[in-house]
């Protein structure tokens, strides 16, 4: 699976952005899905995940309440809403498809990465 990120941008605190994650093939609507980020000088962090289904998801606590990840399986396509964004959300989003239908908050279970889209958010 070939993974496509897009939809980042420079917005102001407050402000919304949606990210989207094309995927190249089918077999996307068969695995769980994820947005992790990496600010400079930080180490990559888990931000949402999704199950197969998109009936399940986990958000990091940062996060909780002002993002909402979900998934159009006809699509082939995983977005994350974003409201209410802080300063402290500037990074490159990640998207990644894992090995099973579940949904994880661990890296090591995901196996495709997309490219990266850098999100800056100005106070």
């Known amino acids: 699976v070939q993974l496509q990120a897009s939809g980042g941008g420079l917005v102001q605190a407050g402000d919304s952005l949606r990210l989207s994650c094309a995927a190249s093939?089918?077999?996307?609507?068969?695995?769980?899905m994820g947005w992790f980020r990496q600010a400079p000088g930080k180490e990559r962090e888990f931000v949402a995940t999704?199950?197969?289904?998109?009936?399940?998801?986990y958000y990091a606590d940062s996060v909780k309440g002002r993002f909402t990840i979900s998934r159009d399986n006809a699509k082939n396509t995983m977005y994350l809403q974003m409201n209410s964004l802080k300063p402290e959300d500037t990074a490159v989003y990640y998207c990644?498809?894992?090995?099973?239908?579940?949904?994880?908050?661990?890296?090591?279970?995901?196996?495709?990465w997309g490219q990266g889209t850098q999100v800056t958010v100005s106070s």
């Open positions: 990644a498809a894992g090995l099973t239908p579940r949904y994880s908050v661990t890296s090591q279970d995901y196996n495709n």
């Open positions: 093939r089918r077999t996307f609507s068969s695995v769980g």
């Open positions: 999704i199950n197969w289904s998109g009936r399940s998801t």
